[in-house]
C-alpha cells in the first residue's frame, strides 16, 4: 500500500501539471485510481489492464485511455515491454476522453513522442512543455482510429470461471459448446445462457478472443513459426488463423509480429 499512496501521490499532488513517468510500476500494484485521466502507451510486447469488468490487452505500438477516477490495474510479463504514462489534469473534454479505450499509435503519435522521448517528470501551465504534451492529447480525439476490439468481460460466477480457467492450457482441442456443456454436468441451453447472461458474450466469441490472446503471447514470447501458433492455439488452417487474427486486431499476425 506504501508504493500504491507514493504513486497516486506523486500523479495527484500537482492538480494542473501534465507528468510524465517512464518507471514501470503499476504492474506490482492493486487496483487503483487517480484524479488525472492517464495516457498508456505500450511498446514491445503485451500489457493487460483490468477493470471491475472486463480484461483489457494493450499490444505493442498501441495505447490505452483512462479516465479520469477509473480503476485499474496494470500487468504485464513480457521481458522487453517498455511503457509510457502520461497524466493529464480534468478539462472537462468530454466525448473520447470520458470512455476507456485502445488505439493503435500513429505514424503522427509516434514523431510526437519520440521529440519527447528524454521528457520525464511535471510540466506546468505556462511551459512550451505543457503546451506540447496539451496538444499531443488534443490530437488524439481527432484521429478517428478505430478501436482495438480484444476484451474479455469477467464474472465472479464460480462455475463459470472453472471452464474459462480449463480453456487456457486446451486451446489446441477441438472446444465446442456441446462437449464443454457435457463436461462440466450441464446442459448446452444452460451454458449458452450462463456465458450471455453473466459475460454477455456468446461461447464462440468469447474462446475465439481467448485463442487469438494467447497467439499475440506466442508471438511476442516465443520463437515458434506462424504455422506452430496456428495449431498451438486450435486453428487448423493459418488462413482461417490470419482473418480471424486481423478481424480482432486489425492486423495481421505478421505485422503484429514486426510492429508495423
Known amino acids: 500500500m506504501k508504493i500504491l499512496n507514493e504513486l497516486i501521490n506523486i500523479v495527484d499532488q500537482n492538480p494542473d501539471s501534465i507528468l510524465v513517468m517512464r518507471q514501470q510500476t503499476e504492474q506490482r500494484l492493486p487496483a487503483h485510481q487517480h484524479n488525472k485521466a492517464q495516457l498508456l502507451l505500450v511498446y514491445g510486447g503485451i500489457a493487460y489492464l483490468q ?26 510479463n513480457t521481458k522487453d515491454l517498455y511503457i509510457i504514462n502520461i497524466y493529464f489534469p480534468d478539462e472537462g473534454a468530454g466525448g473520447f476522453y470520458d470512455e476507456l479505450g485502445i488505439y493503435p499509435v500513429s505514424k503522427l503519435l509516434a514523431e510526437m513522442l519520440s521529440f519527447s522521448e528524454k521528457w520525464h517528470g511535471d510540466y506546468c501551465k505556462g511551459t512550451w512543455e505543457f503546451e506540447f504534451l496539451l496538444t499531443l492529447k488534443n490530437i488524439l480525439s481527432k484521429e478517428n482510429l478505430k478501436k482495438f ?15 474459462i480457467d480449463s480453456f487456457k492450457n486446451r486451446l489446441n482441442e477441438n472446444l ?9 454436468g450441464m446442459s448446452v441451453r444452460s451454458l449458452t445462457r450462463l456465458f450471455q447472461t ?11 478472443m481467448l485463442r487469438i490472446i494467447r497467439a499475440m503471447e506466442l508471438i511476442k514470447d516465443t520463437d515458434l513459426n506462424m504455422t506452430e501458433i496456428t495449431y498451438e492455439v486450435g486453428y487448423s488452417n493459418i488462413s482461417a488463423f490470419s482473418n480471424n487474427f486481423q478481424q480482432l486486431t486489425n492486423m495481421r499476425p505478421t505485422q503484429f509480429k514486426t510492429g508495423s
Open 198 to 208: 453473466k459475460l454477455h458474450i456468446t461461447f464462440i466469441q468469447y474462446l475465439k
Open 51 to 76: 477493470t471491475d469488468e472486463k480484461d483489457y490487452y494493450i499490444p505493442s505500438n498501441h495505447y490505452i485511455w483512462i479516465p479520469k477516477n477509473y480503476q485499474h490495474n496494470l500487468m504485464f
Open 149 to 163: 476490439s480484444i476484451q474479455l468481460p469477467t464474472t465472479d460466477d464460480q462455475r463459470l470461471n472453472a471452464i
Open 176 to 184: 465446442t459448446l456441446e462437449s464443454t456443456a457435457k463436461q462440466s
